[in-house]
């Protein structure tokens, strides 16, 4: 039921720091523009994916000043429906952010066959964190350096957005949110960890897509992976083609193992005890060199000493288990075929070093630890400490693909096997639902990209108390589009029932 109507507001509208719960200058609300339905957003980012507005929406534009005048402003979006149900959402960002999220961007997994969040009335929002790499060079990090910046990227934008936001949102529909709601994907999801980790009274519900929870532990192991390709000159590199055959021949070993052949290795537990035979397979169609590039992907990356959260280790990429590994292999590949240093590269210089210019192959952990760990507490996200946000009957539904090139499952799987031994799975269950979906990569890859209806579960949910249960999704791969299967509670299939 929609509550309230939008108006435009005079502009600009200076928001006073004292409104926001961090420290800033303020925050400028500069622009805002009416968009109707179908009306294409003219913003670099949604240019590229032809984005449009699925309803009629005011979008706010502004700015949040930062204390050091040396670091950039954050730069926020809000989309703001005509007719607005009384709710918003927060969207992450994805990488290493630097872009506003488009608020007509479709969320992560949301079903596109059903009304999105701005159909559905509710104020969609976002920031770049505090930084621009639409004209600037997406591999530089050099902007890390500045403190004030590299908080505001880890977590602290979240907080001044959504601050931000609620003021707006008083002055434009005049009256405060009902709900606030977090959803985001990869970065998005780590920061969708953190906003309720660090700010568990400011959020209702969360939806999170495959997080970056160990966010130190995979910078040093993908930069462990760049460096592998540059010792053999090539050698051990892997082409998009060889890709397919490796993955082809996983799935030929594996695809049955649940009892059903749908070109998805659903029974992931059967798939891992396989290890010896893939190996054996996969051998004959690679070089010794390109066998030990795989090797290398799914070895883990250990340190000597505990994070700040506890952890030290962080499994390798499942490359053994049908994981396609090409989209992120040839961003690694590109990168060192063009003589340029990787993007994990160019972050260990700028924020555990803090010289752009510093040699990461001279990189020694235990030399650099507290700075590791100092990071550490900034940016990973794997803590299982959700007290407050359980207390306050706060929700998440976290959902992780296994066949994911970006974020290994092991490590969201060890994720939930932390919460559990905190919480215990019943307590646990009464505010977090973990989905493990077979097929499913990154977003855009894997064998069955799911959607679902997931913001409206998690509606349900916080308004209702009704738990999501029987969620069914829905393949957007063009090879199989249209197929549906059960979506379970950490599980796997096990052959019951049809897969379709």
């Given at each position: 039921?929609?509550?309230?109507?939008?108006?435009?507001?005079?502009?600009?509208?200076?928001?006073?720091?004292?409104?926001?719960?961090?420290?800033?200058?303020?925050?400028?609300?500069?622009?805002?523009?009416?968009?109707?339905?179908?009306?294409?957003?003219?913003?670099?980012?949604?240019?590229?994916?032809?984005?449009?507005?699925?309803?009629?929406?005011?979008?706010?534009?502004?700015?949040?000043?930062?204390?050091?005048?040396?670091?950039?402003?954050?730069?926020?979006?809000?989309?703001?429906?005509?007719?607005?149900?009384?709710?918003?959402?927060?969207?992450?960002?994805?990488?290493?952010?630097?872009?506003?999220?488009?608020?007509?961007?479709?969320?992560?997994?949301?079903?596109?066959?059903?009304?999105?969040?701005?159909?559905?009335?509710?104020?969609?929002?976002?920031?770049?964190?505090?930084?621009?790499?639409?004209?600037?060079?997406?591999?530089?990090?050099?902007?890390?350096?500045?403190?004030?910046?590299?908080?505001?990227?880890?977590?602290?934008?979240?907080?001044?957005?959504?601050?931000?936001?609620?003021?707006?949102?008083?002055?434009?529909?005049?009256?405060?949110?009902?709900?606030?709601?977090?959803?985001?994907?990869?970065?998005g999801g780590r920061e969708c960890?953190?906003?309720?980790?660090?700010?568990?009274?400011?959020?209702?519900?969360?939806?999170?897509?495959?997080?970056?929870?160990?966010?130190?532990?995979?910078?040093?192991?993908?930069?462990?992976?760049?460096?592998?390709?540059?010792?053999?000159?090539?050698?051990?590199?892997?082409?998009?083609?060889?890709?397919?055959?490796?993955?082809?021949?996983?799935?030929?070993?594996c695809d049955g193992l649940d009892?059903?052949?749908?070109?998805?290795?659903?029974?992931?537990?059967?798939?891992?005890?396989?290890?010896?035979?893939?190996?054996?397979?996969?051998?004959?169609?690679?070089?010794?060199?390109?066998?030990?590039?795989?090797?290398?992907?799914?070895?883990?990356?250990?340190?000597?000493?505990?994070?700040?959260?506890?952890?030290?280790?962080?499994?390798?990429?499942?490359?053994?288990?049908?994981?396609?590994?090409?989209?992120?292999?040839?961003?690694?590949?590109?990168?060192?075929?063009?003589?340029?240093?990787?993007?994990?590269?160019?972050?260990?210089?700028?924020?555990?070093?803090?010289?752009?210019?510093?040699?990461?192959?001279?990189?020694?952990?235990?030399?650099?630890?507290?700075?590791?760990?100092?990071?550490?507490?900034?940016?990973?996200?794997?803590?299982?400490?959700?007290?407050?946000?359980?207390?306050?009957?706060?929700?998440?539904?976290?959902?992780?693909?296994?066949?994911?090139?970006?974020?290994?499952?092991?490590?969201?799987?060890?994720?939930?096997?932390?919460?559990?031994?905190?919480?215990?799975?019943?307590?646990?269950?009464?505010?977090?639902?973990?989905?493990?979906?077979?097929?499913y990569g990154h977003g855009t890859?894997?064998?069955?990209?799911?959607?679902?209806?997931?913001?409206?579960?998690?509606?349900?949910?916080?308004?209702?108390?009704?738990?999501?249960?029987?969620?069914?999704?829905?393949?957007?791969?063009?090879?199989?589009?249209?197929?549906?299967?059960?979506?379970?509670?950490?599980?796997?299939?096990?052959?019951?029932?049809?897969?379709?």
């Amino acid at each position: 039921m929609m509550h309230r109507m939008a108006k435009r507001i005079p502009l600009p509208l200076e928001i006073p720091a004292g409104a926001i719960g961090l420290p800033t200058r303020g925050a400028e609300v500069t622009k805002c523009t009416l968009f109707h339905t179908g009306d294409k957003d003219p913003e670099p980012f949604s240019r590229l994916f032809d984005l449009a507005f699925p309803a009629d929406v005011y979008k706010y534009e502004g700015v949040i000043h930062p204390v050091d005048p040396r670091a950039p402003d954050i730069r926020f979006e809000a989309g703001m429906p005509l007719e607005w149900n009384g709710k918003l959402i927060q969207q992450g960002g994805s990488g290493v952010n630097g872009f506003v999220p488009p608020s007509c961007m479709p969320l992560h997994g949301q079903d596109r066959e059903r009304a999105s969040a701005l159909q559905q009335g509710y104020a969609v929002f976002g920031s770049d964190s505090g930084h621009d790499i639409i004209n600037g060079n997406m591999l530089d990090c050099s902007w890390m350096m500045n403190q004030e910046c590299f908080e505001n990227f880890a977590y602290h934008s979240l907080k001044k957005t959504k601050d931000v936001m609620v003021y707006l949102t008083e002055q434009v529909y005049g009256k405060k949110a009902d709900r606030v709601y977090f959803y985001g994907g990869s970065n998005g999801g780590r920061e969708c960890i953190k906003a309720i980790q660090n700010y568990p009274e400011d959020y209702d519900g969360a939806v999170c897509f495959f997080p970056v929870l160990y966010w130190v532990l995979k910078v040093l192991m993908d930069a462990r992976n760049g460096w592998a390709l540059e010792e053999t000159g090539g050698l051990n590199w892997i082409d998009r083609g060889k890709w397919e055959n490796i993955s082809q021949v996983i799935m030929d070993i594996c695809d049955g193992l649940d009892g059903a052949e749908g070109h998805i290795i659903s029974n992931i537990k059967a798939a891992s005890e396989k290890r010896s035979e893939i190996e054996a397979a996969v051998r004959k169609i690679v070089t010794s060199e390109q066998f030990g590039m795989l090797e290398m992907l799914a070895s883990p990356m250990s340190l000597p000493f505990p994070l700040a959260y506890g952890d030290v280790r962080l499994p390798g990429y499942p490359v053994f288990e049908g994981t396609p590994m090409f989209s992120h292999f040839e961003a690694l590949a590109e990168a060192h075929k063009a003589g340029q240093r990787s993007v994990s590269d160019n972050i260990m210089a700028a924020v555990f070093a803090q010289d752009p210019d510093f040699d990461t192959h001279q990189f020694e952990p235990e030399k650099w630890k507290d700075r590791i760990r100092e990071i550490s507490r900034w940016m990973d996200a794997y803590d299982a400490n959700l007290d407050a946000f359980a207390k306050k009957a706060g929700k998440l539904i976290l959902v992780q693909g296994t066949v994911d090139p970006q974020v290994t499952y092991h490590g969201t799987v060890r994720f939930y096997e932390k919460l559990k031994e905190r919480y215990g799975e019943e307590k646990l269950g009464r505010f977090m639902k973990f989905y493990l979906a077979p097929g499913y990569g990154h977003g855009t890859d894997g064998t069955f990209l799911i959607t679902s209806d997931f913001l409206s579960a998690l509606d349900k949910w916080v308004e209702e108390e009704k738990e999501p249960e029987n969620l069914v999704v829905t393949d957007r791969s063009p090879e199989s589009f249209g197929r549906t299967r059960p979506l379970y509670e950490y599980t796997y299939y096990e052959g019951q029932g049809s897969i379709d």
